[in-house]
T-cell receptor, first 113, second 114 residues
Framework: GAVVSQHPSRVICKSGTSVKIECRSLDFQATTMFWYRQFPKQSLMLMATSNEGSKATYEQGVEKDKFLINHASLTLSTLTVTSAHPEDSSFYIC?????????FGQGTRLTVV | AQKVTQAQTEISVVEKEDVTLDCVYETRDTTYYLFWYKQPPSGELVFLIRRNSFDEQNEISGRYSWNFQKSTSSFNFTITASQVVDSAVYFCALTTYNTDKLIFGTGTRLQVFP
Protein backbone atom coordinates (compact mmCIF):
# COMPACT_ATOMS: atom_id res chain seq x y z
CA GLY A 1 0.00 0.00 0.00
CA ALA A 2 0.94 3.63 -0.31
CA VAL A 3 3.34 4.97 2.26
CA VAL A 4 3.60 8.41 3.76
CA SER A 5 6.70 9.19 5.77
CA GLN A 6 6.87 12.01 8.28
CA HIS A 7 9.98 13.36 9.93
CA PRO A 8 10.93 14.00 12.66
CA SER A 9 8.80 11.82 14.89
CA ARG A 10 9.65 13.85 17.94
CA VAL A 11 11.14 17.29 18.45
CA ILE A 12 11.80 19.52 21.40
CA CYS A 13 12.58 23.16 20.71
CA LYS A 14 13.02 26.37 22.60
CA SER A 15 10.35 28.99 22.66
CA GLY A 16 10.83 31.48 19.85
CA THR A 17 12.53 29.13 17.44
CA SER A 18 11.07 27.59 14.29
CA VAL A 19 10.55 23.93 13.56
CA LYS A 20 10.14 22.26 10.19
CA ILE A 21 8.24 19.01 9.75
CA GLU A 22 8.50 17.03 6.54
CA CYS A 23 5.89 14.81 4.95
CA ARG A 24 6.84 12.62 2.01
CA SER A 25 4.83 10.32 -0.17
CA LEU A 26 7.19 7.46 -0.88
CA ASP A 27 5.58 5.53 -3.69
CA PHE A 28 3.05 7.85 -5.24
CA GLN A 29 2.68 11.45 -6.28
CA ALA A 30 0.54 13.65 -4.10
CA THR A 31 -0.71 16.92 -5.53
CA THR A 32 -2.58 17.45 -2.28
CA MET A 33 -1.55 16.70 1.27
CA PHE A 34 -3.25 17.51 4.53
CA TRP A 35 -1.91 18.64 7.88
CA TYR A 36 -3.68 17.81 11.11
CA ARG A 37 -3.11 18.77 14.69
CA GLN A 38 -4.09 16.76 17.72
CA PHE A 39 -4.08 17.98 21.31
CA PRO A 40 -3.88 15.39 24.09
CA LYS A 41 -7.01 13.30 24.36
CA GLN A 42 -8.67 15.16 21.52
CA SER A 43 -9.51 14.44 17.93
CA LEU A 44 -7.52 15.30 14.85
CA MET A 45 -8.30 18.75 13.55
CA LEU A 46 -7.53 19.65 9.98
CA MET A 47 -5.21 22.63 9.86
CA ALA A 48 -4.62 23.10 6.17
CA THR A 49 -4.62 21.57 2.74
CA SER A 50 -1.25 21.66 1.05
CA ASN A 51 -1.39 22.09 -2.73
CA GLU A 52 1.59 21.32 -4.93
CA GLY A 53 2.76 24.42 -6.74
CA SER A 54 0.29 26.78 -5.13
CA LYS A 55 -0.66 28.28 -1.80
CA ALA A 56 -2.01 26.16 0.97
CA THR A 57 -5.62 26.44 2.03
CA TYR A 58 -5.98 27.03 5.74
CA GLU A 59 -8.92 26.11 7.90
CA GLN A 60 -10.69 28.81 9.81
CA GLY A 61 -8.79 29.91 12.88
CA VAL A 62 -5.40 28.60 11.75
CA GLU A 63 -2.75 31.31 11.46
CA LYS A 64 -1.10 30.96 8.09
CA ASP A 65 1.84 33.13 9.10
CA LYS A 66 2.51 30.90 12.06
CA PHE A 67 2.12 27.59 10.28
CA LEU A 68 3.93 27.91 6.98
CA ILE A 69 3.24 25.20 4.45
CA ASN A 70 5.32 24.54 1.39
CA HIS A 71 4.51 21.90 -1.20
CA ALA A 72 7.29 22.36 -3.71
CA SER A 73 7.23 18.89 -5.23
CA LEU A 74 4.77 16.10 -5.84
CA THR A 75 6.26 14.04 -3.04
CA LEU A 76 7.07 16.54 -0.33
CA SER A 77 5.11 18.93 1.83
CA THR A 78 6.61 20.78 4.77
CA LEU A 79 5.02 22.44 7.76
CA THR A 80 7.07 25.06 9.56
CA VAL A 81 5.93 26.22 12.97
CA THR A 82 7.41 29.69 13.23
CA SER A 83 8.32 31.39 16.50
CA ALA A 84 7.03 28.42 18.42
CA HIS A 85 5.51 28.86 21.85
CA PRO A 86 4.54 26.31 24.48
CA GLU A 87 0.90 26.43 23.35
CA ASP A 88 2.05 25.09 19.96
CA SER A 89 3.10 21.87 21.65
CA SER A 90 0.99 19.20 20.04
CA PHE A 91 0.95 16.15 17.81
CA TYR A 92 1.10 17.04 14.13
CA ILE A 93 0.28 14.49 11.47
CA CYS A 94 0.14 14.68 7.71
CA UNK A 95 -1.80 12.65 5.20
CA UNK A 96 -2.20 12.16 1.49
CA UNK A 97 -5.31 10.87 -0.20
CA UNK A 98 -4.71 9.28 -3.59
CA UNK A 99 -7.99 8.02 -5.01
CA UNK A 100 -9.77 8.98 -1.80
CA UNK A 101 -7.76 6.66 0.35
CA UNK A 102 -6.16 8.35 3.32
CA UNK A 103 -2.60 7.47 4.22
CA PHE A 104 -0.99 9.02 7.23
CA GLY A 105 2.50 9.79 8.30
CA GLN A 106 3.76 8.58 11.65
CA GLY A 107 3.13 11.95 13.25
CA THR A 108 5.42 14.45 14.95
CA ARG A 109 5.22 15.18 18.63
CA LEU A 110 6.34 18.77 19.14
CA THR A 111 7.25 20.04 22.57
CA VAL A 112 8.12 23.70 22.96
CA VAL A 113 9.96 24.55 26.16
CA ALA B 1 -21.27 20.32 5.73
CA GLN B 2 -19.69 17.08 6.78
CA LYS B 3 -19.81 15.83 10.32
CA VAL B 4 -18.90 12.66 12.20
CA THR B 5 -20.25 11.91 15.65
CA GLN B 6 -18.85 9.34 18.02
CA ALA B 7 -21.05 9.67 21.05
CA GLN B 8 -19.08 7.24 23.21
CA THR B 9 -16.13 9.05 24.73
CA GLU B 10 -14.76 6.12 26.65
CA ILE B 11 -15.64 2.45 26.95
CA SER B 12 -14.20 -0.06 29.39
CA VAL B 13 -14.64 -3.78 29.00
CA VAL B 14 -13.12 -6.92 30.36
CA GLU B 15 -11.16 -9.17 28.06
CA LYS B 16 -13.25 -11.49 25.86
CA GLU B 17 -16.25 -9.23 25.94
CA ASP B 18 -17.67 -7.99 22.67
CA VAL B 19 -17.78 -4.24 22.20
CA THR B 20 -19.41 -1.99 19.62
CA LEU B 21 -18.18 1.49 18.80
CA ASP B 22 -20.78 3.78 17.30
CA CYS B 23 -20.31 6.22 14.45
CA VAL B 24 -22.93 8.49 12.93
CA TYR B 25 -22.14 10.72 10.00
CA GLU B 26 -23.69 13.60 8.10
CA THR B 27 -23.11 14.59 4.52
CA ARG B 28 -25.14 15.82 1.58
CA ASP B 29 -22.82 14.23 -0.94
CA THR B 30 -23.97 10.98 -2.47
CA THR B 31 -20.45 9.69 -3.02
CA TYR B 32 -18.45 9.41 0.14
CA TYR B 33 -16.09 7.13 2.01
CA LEU B 34 -16.07 6.13 5.64
CA PHE B 35 -13.01 5.03 7.55
CA TRP B 36 -12.07 3.57 10.88
CA TYR B 37 -8.64 4.11 12.39
CA LYS B 38 -7.00 2.84 15.53
CA GLN B 39 -4.63 5.11 17.40
CA PRO B 40 -2.48 3.34 20.01
CA PRO B 41 -0.52 5.34 22.60
CA SER B 42 2.36 5.73 20.13
CA GLY B 43 0.12 8.11 18.17
CA GLU B 44 0.36 6.51 14.78
CA LEU B 45 -2.94 6.05 12.98
CA VAL B 46 -3.57 2.45 12.00
CA PHE B 47 -5.95 2.03 9.08
CA LEU B 48 -8.71 -0.51 9.73
CA ILE B 49 -11.25 -0.16 6.95
CA ARG B 50 -12.59 2.03 4.16
CA ARG B 51 -16.16 1.72 2.94
CA ASN B 52 -17.72 3.61 0.05
CA SER B 53 -21.27 4.91 0.07
CA PHE B 54 -22.45 2.48 -2.57
CA ASP B 55 -21.39 -0.61 -0.73
CA GLU B 56 -23.61 -1.40 2.22
CA GLN B 57 -22.33 -4.90 2.68
CA ASN B 58 -21.18 -5.58 6.18
CA GLU B 59 -17.63 -6.68 6.52
CA ILE B 60 -15.84 -9.04 8.82
CA SER B 61 -12.09 -9.24 9.29
CA GLY B 62 -11.06 -11.61 12.00
CA ARG B 63 -12.43 -10.30 15.28
CA TYR B 64 -13.45 -7.03 13.66
CA SER B 65 -16.74 -6.38 11.92
CA TRP B 66 -18.44 -3.32 10.55
CA ASN B 67 -22.11 -2.54 10.10
CA PHE B 68 -22.85 0.17 7.54
CA GLN B 69 -26.45 1.40 7.42
CA LYS B 70 -27.22 4.32 5.13
CA SER B 71 -30.78 4.52 6.42
CA THR B 72 -29.47 5.61 9.81
CA SER B 73 -26.20 7.16 8.57
CA SER B 74 -24.25 4.87 10.81
CA PHE B 75 -21.05 2.90 10.42
CA ASN B 76 -20.56 0.94 13.62
CA PHE B 77 -17.53 -1.13 14.51
CA THR B 78 -17.65 -4.28 16.61
CA ILE B 79 -14.73 -6.07 18.22
CA THR B 80 -15.53 -9.63 19.18
CA ALA B 81 -13.76 -11.28 22.08
CA SER B 82 -11.80 -8.15 22.91
CA GLN B 83 -8.17 -8.35 23.96
CA VAL B 84 -5.95 -6.06 25.99
CA VAL B 85 -4.07 -5.15 22.79
CA ASP B 86 -7.28 -3.63 21.46
CA SER B 87 -6.95 -0.82 23.98
CA ALA B 88 -6.58 2.37 21.96
CA VAL B 89 -8.51 5.34 20.69
CA TYR B 90 -10.65 4.55 17.68
CA PHE B 91 -11.62 7.20 15.16
CA CYS B 92 -14.34 7.14 12.58
CA ALA B 93 -13.79 9.48 9.64
CA LEU B 94 -15.52 10.67 6.50
CA THR B 95 -14.40 12.04 3.17
CA THR B 96 -16.46 12.90 0.15
CA TYR B 97 -15.80 12.90 -3.55
CA ASN B 98 -16.14 16.68 -3.62
CA THR B 99 -13.88 17.63 -0.73
CA ASP B 100 -10.99 15.17 -0.40
CA LYS B 101 -10.65 16.27 3.22
CA LEU B 102 -10.96 13.68 5.95
CA ILE B 103 -13.24 14.73 8.77
CA PHE B 104 -12.75 12.89 12.03
CA GLY B 105 -15.10 12.08 14.84
CA THR B 106 -14.00 12.87 18.36
CA GLY B 107 -12.83 9.34 18.94
CA THR B 108 -13.73 6.60 21.41
CA ARG B 109 -11.16 5.50 23.95
CA LEU B 110 -11.43 1.77 24.48
CA GLN B 111 -9.87 0.18 27.52
CA VAL B 112 -9.79 -3.58 27.71
CA PHE B 113 -8.91 -4.96 31.13
CA PRO B 114 -7.50 -8.41 31.69
Amino acid sequence: GAVVSQHPSRVICKSGTSVKIECRSLDFQATTMFWYRQFPKQSLMLMATSNEGSKATYEQGVEKDKFLINHASLTLSTLTVTSAHPEDSSFYICSASPDLWAFFGQGTRLTVV
Amino acid sequence: AQKVTQAQTEISVVEKEDVTLDCVYETRDTTYYLFWYKQPPSGELVFLIRRNSFDEQNEISGRYSWNFQKSTSSFNFTITASQVVDSAVYFCALTTYNTDKLIFGTGTRLQVFP
